[in-house]
């Protein structure tokens, strides 16, 4: 199957691949895994205290080149964004972007999980009462 130009982009060359501090209570961190294959995305958000600001943003994924793409691009759409902002990308955006083939929306999902576990844990760290993207998170 083709890649479409942007995925070949990210692909080739990934945007903010790497780890944040696990520890920090500024970081978020989303672990999720695609039941379909069995891929896996690891996103990490860290926020500003005061403004809520996602300021950096990384990930680590291990899977096929659609999942490092939308991940790639999701840390890029996340940062500059506030956390309720970040909130409202969904994966029908990113396949959009992306030009994703319907066998691979799933990958898309996995990025939109990532962001909303990223956010989940780092609201549960600062006991930011919100059930949206805690829920999300869970399961
Ligand atoms: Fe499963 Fe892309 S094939 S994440």
Same mark, same amino acid.
């Given at each position: 199957?083709?890649? !479409?130009? %942007?995925?070949?982009?990210?692909? @080739?060359?990934?945007?903010?691949? /790497?780890? *944040?501090?696990?520890?920090? !209570?500024?970081? =978020?961190? =989303? #672990? $999720? /895994?695609?039941? @379909? +294959? =069995?891929?896996?995305?690891?996103?990490?958000? %860290?926020?500003?205290?005061?403004?809520?600001?996602? @300021?950096?943003? %990384?990930?680590?994924?291990?899977? +096929? =080149?659609?999942?490092?793409?939308?991940?790639? *691009?999701?840390? @890029?759409?996340?940062?500059?964004?506030? $956390?309720?902002?970040? *909130?409202?990308? !969904?994966?029908?955006?990113? $396949?959009?972007? *992306?030009? #994703?083939?319907? $066998? %691979?929306?799933?990958? !898309?999902?996995?990025?939109?999980?990532?962001?909303?576990?990223?956010? /989940?844990?780092?609201?549960?760290?600062?006991?930011?009462?919100?059930?949206?993207?805690?829920?999300?998170?869970?399961?």
């Amino acid at each position: 199957m083709a890649y !479409s130009d %942007k995925v070949v982009d990210h692909y @080739e060359n990934p945007r903010n691949v /790497g780890t *944040l501090d696990k520890s920090s !209570s500024e970081v =978020g961190t =989303g #672990l $999720v /895994g695609a039941p @379909e +294959c =069995g891929d896996v995305m690891r996103l990490q958000i %860290k926020v500003n205290p005061e403004t809520q600001v996602i @300021e950096d943003a %990384k990930f680590k994924t291990f899977g +096929c =080149g659609s999942a490092i793409a939308s991940s790639s *691009l999701a840390t @890029e759409w996340v940062k500059g964004k506030t $956390v309720s902002e970040a *909130l409202q990308i !969904s994966n029908t955006d990113i $396949v959009k972007e *992306l030009a #994703l083939p319907p $066998v %691979k929306i799933h990958c !898309s999902v996995l990025a939109e999980d990532a962001i909303r576990a990223a956010i /989940g844990d780092w609201k549960k760290k600062n006991n930011v009462a919100e059930t949206e993207a805690v829920a999300v998170a869970a399961h």
